[in-house]
C-alpha cells in the first residue's frame, strides 16, 4: 500500500534521523515498522513566518517495496539514416526537439552559430576580461543557448504546453541530480549544466543525428511559399524538408531577416529595467527572519517581487540568490546583464532582474517607423545607452539603490559580482521615464515589502533588457508558420516560451509537428 501525506518539518526536527519516517508513522497511526520507505515528491520551504518551515509532500510505502524505475523510459533509435530534419539553434528548444526527433526515428541536423560548450569559455572570459564581444559566441550563442551560462533555474508556469515531468527526468537521464524532481522551485547551477549539455550532444551524435558548431544560417530559400533551402555563411546552400527555427530571443539578425523578406512577424509586449544586487546575508535576514548568517540547512534565500505602478507591471525576474551578474552583450557596442548562480548558490551576493512592463501598442510612438522591429530598435538604444555612460567598454552603468530612488549621483559604489566592473552612473536620469520612473517607485514599494530591502548597500546595474523577444514569429495551430510551409518558429526566439522548461516543451511539440507534416 502507498499512502501521499503532506509532513510539515521545523528546523530542529529536520536534523533528526529518519524524521519524515517518524512523522508518517504518528500521522497514519502505524507502527514505524511497517513503513519500508518513504519517497520525497515534492519539497519546499515555508518560511513566512518567525519558524521557517519544511513542507514535504512524500509517498509512504507500507510493507512493500519502492520502486527503483523512473517514469519514464527514453527509447532513441539509431537514425544514421532515416529521413532528415533542421534544426536552428541549439538552446532548450533546439536540444529537446532533436532528441525528439530521434525518438521519433527522424535524424536531426542541428546548425549552430557559435561554440561549444569547452571552447565557448574562451569567448566568455574574453567579454569579462578584456571586454571583447564575440557576436557568434557569447553568454546567449553557442551549445545549450543562453540558458547553459544562465543560472539553469527550471522553475515553469507553462504547465499546459506540456509534460514537465519528462523534461525533468530526461535532465535526470543526462546526468542532473534526482533533487529536481522534488524541489518546488529546481536549479541545476551554471557550474553542473555545461556536463549535462555535453551528455545531451553526446547521446545526439550517438545515436546518428548531426550537430554543426560554427555554422550561421544567413538566409532562407522561399519558393511559391515553402522553404526549399537553408543559406549559411560559407554561401553553402542545404535543402531542407522541415526546419525548426530555435534562435533564441537574441538571435535579432533573423528576425531581420525575415522582416527584409516581408515574411510575416509580429510587434509584442516584453520588460526592461536593470539588475539589483545585494548582500545575500542581507536577504537572507529578511526572508528568514535571522540575525547573522543563515542556518547551514536552509539555502540562500530569495524573493519574488510585483508592485503595480499606474497601468504596468514592475517586477522580479530571473532572481540569483548567491550568484552573479554577467555581461550579456551579443554584439560590440551594448551593455547587457543578465544573472545566474552556481549549484550551491554560494556567492556573497544576490542579484536579481527588476524590470518594466513595455507594452508595445502604446509605449513606443516614436519608433513606429521601424514597424513589427520597434521593440528590438527599443532594445538596441538603451543598450547602447548603457555602452556609453559606462565608459565605452563592458564596465556597466551602475548607482546604489537609495542614490537611484532620490535622483543623486552616487559618490561610491558598492562591491560587486560584476567581473567587467561598474561605473557611476546617474541611472536616474538617463533611462527613459518610461521605465526609470516606473523603476523608482517599484524599489520604493519593494522597500515597504521587504523591510532591509531598500538600502545604501544595494546597487543597480544596467541594463536588463533581454527579458524576453520584442518579436513574435506567429505560427498556426499545426506550429507552422502561416506563410511559410516547413517554417516551424519555437522557443523563446520566436515568442513562445520564457525560460528552460518552457523553451524544451515547445522544442517537443515542434518536432512532433514538424513530422507531422512530412
Known amino acids: 500500500m502507498v499512502k501521499e501525506l503532506q509532513l510539515r518539518v521545523n528546523l530542529i ?15 497514519l497511526r502505524i507502527p514505524i515498522t511497517d513503513i519500508t520507505a518513504v519517497k520525497v515528491l515534492r519539497k519546499s520551504i515555508d518560511a513566512r513566518k518567525k519558524e521557517t518551515i519544511f513542507n514535504y509532500k512524500v509517498a509512504v510505502y507500507i510493507n512493500e517495496p519502492i520502486p527503483d524505475t523512473p517514469d519514464y523510459i527514453f527509447e532513441y533509435k539509431d537514425v544514421s539514416n532515416a529521413k532528415e530534419v533542421h534544426i536552428v539553434g541549439f538552446g532548450p528548444a533546439g536540444m529537446y526537439a532533436a532528441l525528439r526527433f530521434i525518438e521519433l526515428g527522424y535524424k536531426p541536423i542541428v546548425l549552430e552559430r557559435g561554440k561549444n560548450v569547452q571552447d565557448r569559455r574562451r569567448d566568455l572570459r574574453a567579454i569579462n576580461q578584456f571586454h571583447e564581444v564575440n557576436e557568434d559566441s557569447n553568454y546567449c ?83 511559391n511559399n515553402k522553404l526549399q533551402a537553408i543559406q549559411l555563411q560559407n554561401g553553402t546552400e542545404m535543402a531542407v524538408n522541415s526546419v525548426i527555427l530555435a534562435t533564441g530571443h537574441s538571435a535579432r539578425d533573423i528576425y531581420e531577416l525575415l522582416h527584409k523578406k516581408d515574411i510575416l512577424l509580429k510587434a509584442k509586449s516584453f520588460a526592461m529595467g536593470v539588475r539589483v544586487e545585494h548582500p545575500q546575508e542581507i536577504i537572507d535576514q529578511i526572508q528568514y527572519s535571522c540575525t547573522g548568517q543563515r542556518d547551514e540547512l536552509l539555502p540562500a534565500a530569495a ?44 556567492n556573497k551576493f544576490a542579484n536579481s532582474g527588476i524590470v518594466v512592463e513595455i507594452n508595445i501598442d502604446k509605449d513606443l510612438p516614436k519608433y513606429e517607423k521601424y514597424g513589427v522591429l520597434k521593440g528590438l530598435q527599443y532594445q538596441k538604444d538603451l543598450e547602447k545607452l548603457a555602452f556609453n555612460a559606462g ?44 521605465i526609470g520612473g516606473k523603476l523608482r517607485k517599484g ?42 510551409e516547413g517554417l516551424f518558429p519555437c522557443g523563446e526566439g520566436g515568442g513562445y516560451a520564457g525560460g528552460i522548461i518552457s523553451a524544451a516543451m515547445d522544442g517537443e511539440r515542434c518536432a512532433e509537428a514538424a513530422i507531422a507534416r512530412l
Request: glycine fraction near 10%.
Open 13 to 27: 526536527e529536520e536534523r533528526k534521523e529518519d524524521i519524515l519516517k517518524k512523522k508518517a508513522s504518528r500521522k
Open 141 to 223: 550563442f553557442g551549445e545549450g543557448g543562453a540558458g547553459t551560462y544562465s543560472d539553469g533555474k527550471l522553475y515553469t508556469r507553462s504547465l499546459k504546453r506540456g509534460d514537465v515531468r519528462r523534461i525533468f527526468e530526461n535532465l535526470v537521464y543526462h546526468g542532473a541530480t534526482e533533487e529536481i524532481l522534488i524541489d518546488a522551485h529546481p536549479h541545476i547551477g551554471t557550474n553542473k549544466l555545461p556536463k549535462i549539455i555535453q551528455n545531451i550532444r553526446e547521446n545526439i551524435l550517438k545515436y546518428g543525428g548531426e550537430i554543426h558548431f560554427e555554422t550561421r544560417v544567413t538566409d532562407f530559400i522561399i519558393k
Open 303 to 346: 524573493y519574488s517581487l510585483v508592485h503595480q505602478v499606474g497601468s504596468r507591471g514592475v517586477y522580479s525576474f530571473c532572481m540569483c540568490p548567491g550568484g552573479f551578474i554577467v555581461p550579456a552583450a551579443t554584439a560590440n557596442g551594448e551593455v547587457v546583464v543578465n544573472g545566474m548562480s552556481p549549484s550551491r548558490r554560494n
Open 391 to 434: 565608459g565605452r567598454s563592458q564596465v556597466a552603468p551602475a548607482q546604489r539603490l537609495t542614490d537611484f530612488v532620490e535622483g543623486r549621483l552616487s559618490s561610491s559604489l558598492n562591491e560587486t559580482s560584476y567581473q567587467p566592473g561598474i561605473n557611476s552612473s546617474p541611472m536616474h536620469s538617463l533611462l527613459p521615464k518610461l
Open 443 to 484: 524599489f520604493a514599494a519593494f522597500g515597504k515589502k521587504m523591510h532591509g530591502y531598500y538600502t545604501a548597500e544595494a546597487n543597480i546595474i544596467g541594463v536588463e533588457s533581454r527579458t524576453s523577444s520584442p518579436v513574435n514569429i506567429p505560427r498556426k495551430e499545426n506550429l507552422e508558420h502561416p506563410e511559410i
